[in-house]
């Protein structure tokens, strides 16, 4: 008797506790910091005076808008953000490719866009036409670090030089003794457009790929993010807010 006396005084003192803890808990998840890097057309660090801010970073900020959760977009590396995501310190990522690689602290979102990996050639290159991977194994070849892009060429035991970022790569290609820049169609006839450099270059497409929202497995309310995220990105489509903002980039 005397047992069950103590264990019931322990509950009384331990349950307030726990009714104290879980508000803390959910006000925690009512705001979300998503991490990305410059990547018009799907994300676009400094808007111009369009106000365009890139169809994935505005459809994934409607989404949880959706359903009453605050989302901000920052910058930083993709390599760093990765490495943050592995650690579990940021609570998600755009726009994220699925790999391999990611697959043991990565969780993904369904589709939110999609991307045409290339081989962008400058317009001089006369060389054989890569149709896969494999047909560019003796070939210069730049990427981005952390992509993956990157990830793609070192699993098909191809060399590369990475870079940092996208510009870079393009400036790698252009500048020096190199055959390809693997990236993406769409992100390079974005950032050319209008522009002479796009004259200048021309493009393999190898193969396409979806763009997730991406979030981090150690970050602890990242199940419920991600629930979340997918019942408000389901209501964007369903009425047609998608399709909209991807109008605007069109």
Known sequence: MRIKLRFFKNFLIVAPLQVLFIPAVFAEQETITIYAVNYPPYSIETPKQDGLRGFDAEVVIEAYDRVGIPATIEFMPWARIMMRAEQGKIAAALSCA?????????????????????????????????????????????????????????????????????????????????????????????????????????????????????????????????TKFNKGLTAIKADGTYDKIHAKYQ
Do not use: M
């Open 98 to 226: 699925k790999a391999k690689k990611r697959e043991h602290f990565i969780s993904y979102s369904p589709p939110i866009s999609s991307a045409t990996h290339s081989f962008v050639a400058k317009k001089t290159y006369d060389g054989e036409t890569p149709r896969n991977l494999r047909d560019a194994h003796d070939k210069k070849i730049t990427v981005v670090d952390g992509y993956t892009t990157k990830l793609e060429l070192k699993s098909a035991g191809i060399p590369y030089q990475a870079v940092i970022n996208d510009e870079a790569g393009l400036n790698v290609l252009l500048k020096r003794d190199f055959d390809f820049f693997y990236s993406t169609r769409e992100f390079v006839q974005y950032i050319t457009s209008g522009k002479i450099i796009a004259s200048q270059i021309k493009y393999f497409d190898v193969k396409e790929t979806s763009y997730h929202l991406c979030f981090s497995q150690g970050w602890p309310s990242s199940k419920f993010l991600l």
